[in-house]
């Protein structure tokens, strides 16, 4: 594979990049003018039909990354159609709501297939002939084996957030997927972060893909401010109850579990903060409104699980809160990803009890930088360091560590057919 410089300066204009008029008229239209550095390293290497690897930050224009190309084939080849794997409902609806500005204009119908939703009303969406499906794995195969759809003719095939779409969950389920598209086609892999093991099993379903890395694989974005916080786990709560008063914008917290992100909802709204609850407990009626308060400010925080690491696209989220450190430390980019975006500061705080030590370093590691630990009022002494056990709190780089002023902060609010409808199984 190929790494282009990423120093590669950016164009001025999508209009540099080869794009068909037509979809040149919607992007000016929805005042997409400049594109960001995945878009402009991406779009004509796949306008060319090359198989892509691309890396980039989370909230730096990674659908329009690939979903321009495919539109632009679409167009060129009307009897061929895109597909889309995603691995949340959340960011499958996210995927469809960047897509509409463009797709319908062009004369492309699209299909959500997710999980949650109305297996009947999915079969009404094929039936009409989508050119573009997006879809949860889960649900795809279950769709493909009621033979409700087929992917015979599936051209252009994208996986979104590479990495999770084949890990040890979901990659028994990607074959199953894989298995029913042809051969030639195109495939797009996408991500904020790519491991080397994924990368070696993602290359075994594509032909000599190009990697374009505008930023190397775990980089957070360059504008979100983090910081860590040493608390006893019996101290998180009113370590936070402290955040929010300082923090007067919307806020985005994590919980590692369906349980503690339930539990942590209703002590936020017993605080009087207005608060909701995103994680798989949740039908998806629930979460769709759970988002689209918070997006609209009816919710001023959101608790979720992982499932919203990978899924969530609000504009403004001025601080987020990692209640408990991830699992995995790939998503922890993606977790604070979900500020700072398009252009903006954000913040990003986390919480790690005093043996959490190794899980601290691991994200370390993969982020290349040592997260800048602040001192806090609760418990002073509750700290490590890199180097040994107990130890004052320090804070790594030239800020000095902030301590809190009371919670007076001053921060801003801040019949079966080819894609299309089909015969169900007697």
């Known amino acids: 594979m190929h790494t282009p410089d990423p120093a590669t300066p950016a164009t001025h204009s999508f209009r540099d990049l080869a794009i068909a008029p037509a979809i040149l008229t919607q992007l000016d239209k929805h005042t997409f003018v400049t594109p960001t550095p995945i878009q402009h390293a991406a779009i004509p290497v796949a306008l060319e039909g090359k198989d892509v690897i691309g890396i980039a930050q989370t909230g730096t224009g990674k659908t329009l990354a690939f979903g321009i190309p495919m539109m632009q084939h679409l167009i060129a080849n009307p009897a061929s159609h895109g597909l889309i794997v995603v691995p949340t409902r959340e960011l499958a609806l996210q995927v469809e709501e960047t897509l509409r500005k463009l797709a319908p204009a062009l004369g492309m119908n699209m299909a959500v297939l997710i999980g949650g939703a109305s297996m009947h009303l999915q079969r009404q969406m094929i039936r009409r002939r989508p050119r573009i499906v997006i879809a949860t794995p889960g649900r795809l195969i279950d ?38 598209v042809p051969v030639e086609r195109q495939t797009m892999l996408f991500s904020a972060t790519m491991p080397g093991n994924i990368v070696e099993l993602a290359t075994s379903y594509m032909k000599l893909p190009l990697r374009i890395e505008v930023a190397p694989a775990g980089t957070t974005a360059s504008l979100v401010e983090q910081e860590l916080f040493i608390v006893k786990k019996d101290k998180k709560m009113e370590l936070l109850g402290t955040l929010l008063k300082e923090y007067k914008g919307t806020v985005l917290v994590f919980s590692r579990t369906k349980h503690g992100a339930k539990k942590m909802t209703t002590a936020i709204n017993a605080m009087g903060h207005r ?19 918070f997006k609209n400010g009816r919710y001023r925080v959101l608790v979720a699980t992982d499932i919203a690491a990978r899924g969530i696209d609000v504009t403004g989220i001025e601080l987020v809160v990692n209640f408990d450190l991830p699992d995995n430390p790939d998503d922890y980019v993606h977790r604070i990803g979900r500020t700072a975006r398009a252009g903006r500061e954000g913040k990003a705080i986390s919480f790690a009890s005093p043996d959490q030590r190794n899980d601290v370093r691991d994200i370390e590691r993969l982020i290349r930088k040592e997260l800048p630990r602040s001192a806090h009022p609760l418990h002073a002494n509750e700290s490590f360091d890199m180097h040994g056990s107990g130890s004052s709190p320090r804070s790594y780089g030239s800020r000095p560590p902030r301590r809190f002023n009371g919670g007076g902060g001053h921060r801003g609010s801040g019949s079966r057919s080819t894609m299309g409808g089909g015969r169900r199984r007697r």
Do not use: C, W, Y
């Not at 095939?157 to 040890?168: Q, S």
């Not at 608060?275 to 308060?293: D, F, M, V, W």
């Open 143 to 180: 769709h493909l084996e009621q033979r409700t759809i087929t992917l015979k003719t599936v051209k252009v095939l994208v996986l979104d957030e590479a990495d999770r779409m084949l890990d040890m969950g979901f990659a028994p389920q990607i074959k199953k997927i894989l298995v029913n």
């Open 275 to 293: 608060a909701a609850e995103i994680h798989s407990n949740r039908t998806l009626g629930q979460r769709k409104e759970a988002l689209a308060g």
